[in-house]
Nanobody, 119 residues
Framework: VRLVESGGGLVQPGGSLRLSCVAS????????MSWYRQAPGKERELVATSSASGGSAVYDDSVKGRFTMSRDNQRNTVYLQMGGLKPEDTAVYYC?????????????WGQGTQVTVVA
């Protein structure tokens, strides 16, 4: 099982980036998928999450209206479209997948991708 994030980089305030998270070894269509971020010296925090049953993603207030999470089940990939980026969005962004098998919750993390917002 593996999650691989990509798409991070250096961007100016107000800019946009699209992060991708490709899953292998499990199917995202029946898994809850989430994006987290961790800034230097801070705890990892939830950015957006999408349940296994589908429906709209839920966002942290700090990114609501600027970030959009989506899934491509055929590509087994989750995306995070980020717009209106601010310096405080600078962090390592992680993808997380969660599925339940026979009552056991299994959680997978990617290695992270760095997003740096600086003028």
């Amino acid at each position: 099982v593996r999650l691989v994030e990509s798409g991070g980089g250096l961007v100016q305030p107000g800019g946009s980036l699209r992060l991708s998270c490709v899953a292998s070894g499990f199917t995202i269509s029946n898994s809850a998928m989430s994006w987290y971020r961790q800034a230097p010296g801070k705890e990892r925090e939830l950015v957006a999450t999408s349940s296994a049953s589908g429906g709209s993603a839920v966002y942290d207030d700090s990114v609501k209206g600027r970030f959009t999470m989506s899934r491509d089940n055929q590509r087994n990939t989750v995306y995070l479209q980020m717009g209106g980026l601010k310096p405080e969005d600078t962090a390592v962004y992680y993808c997380k997948g969660t599925r339940v098998i026979l009552g056991t919750r299994l959680t997978y993390w990617g290695q992270g991708t760095q997003v740096t917002v600086v003028a």
